[in-house]
């Protein structure tokens, strides 16, 4: 009867010290793997009450970091068209101050000067048509939509396209249409998305709100865009102001320049009060062109301020949320491998009463 008593009894014992072992075993199982990977648990399900705040939260920080990269790559692009406005602006300034000693030598002053000036003309007009090619990596900044091509298809042929040849067939014919039917013809090709005459491809070949229409988006939130950069052919934020303009500031510029580079000192001292007229409205016209400049560059100045400090709240955000992720997600390194070594030790213990068993039994305590 004893030993029945002993068998049953030391069934008991191993049926409970493998319970325990396997308990045991799946604690060292979890503790080694958050050991491991650093995380409370690998699937969602291992994250127990804290899966809601992971699932929550998770997709939100994606969110936040996509938001920060497009503001990081917008805003390299955006000081690169800073940069290009920079030289165009002084391009327009310079030649519009030249343009006041021009105006003096209409009237029998310095007119020797005027050839100078318009090969320097010709010599920037070829400068502004590569200037707006530039590119931030593979992108035109001035190409809107269209940023993977050329605004200007070749910019090193300025000077025989059709807004150059015909402008300076037009002021070649000053004296006999005089200033005011030449202004206007100047304007009217400058104006021209013929593809005869402008210098522009067929994509910036289009009209102003076609353009400013697909001006580049950047979001930002969800369900937040802001508009970013510059077009070649047509302004973005302002108008051009004045009587003697295309309505872009680019195109103005452009006609300035092939006007200027098409006038010669002959006309200065024989055409008089018509060569003064066209100079005027020049003038005018880059007065204008400096003018929407500063606008435009000033409104794309603000927009990047802005996007800093968008970035920096998503930042912030970004932040404060992977923190609360982490006190669900995160194990406490320090603690768990302290539990780890704990936990092997039981295991251990285990092992050994498991493999002690077979010396057990209720006859060995019972007096002989």
Known sequence: MSGAVSGTADAGWMSSLISDAATVRQKLETLSNQASTGLVGTTYAGLGAGASVSLDLNPEI?????????????????????????????IASSFESQLNTVDSSAVGLDTANVDVLAASAQSALQEVAGLLDTTDGNTYVFGGADSTNPPVPDPSQILTSGLYTQINSAVGALATNGATATAASTLTIASSNDPATSPFSAYMSQPAATLQAGTPVVQVGQGQTVQVGLLASANSAVVSGGTSTTGSYMRDLMRALA?????????????????????????????GVVTAMAGD?????????????????????????????????????????SNLTLVQTQMQSSYQLIAGMSDLSLVKFLPT
Do not use: C, E, P, R
């Open 259 to 287: 006007t200027i580079g098409s006038m010669s000192t002959a006309q200065a001292t024989s055409d008089g009060t018509d060569f003064q007229g066209l100079v005027l409205d020049t003038t005018a016209s880059l007065q």
């Open 62 to 90: 994606a969110n936040l970091q996509t938001w920060q990269a497009n503001i990081n790559q917008v805003t390299g692009s955006m000081a690169v068209t800073q940069t290009a406005m920079t030289q165009l602006q002084s």
């Open 297 to 337: 560059a000033g409104v794309l100045g603000n927009t990047q301020t802005a996007l800093t400090a968008t970035q920096t709240q998503l930042s912030d955000t970004q932040t404060a949320l992977t923190t609360q992720v982490s006190g669900v997600q995160d194990v406490d390194m320090a603690q768990t491998l």
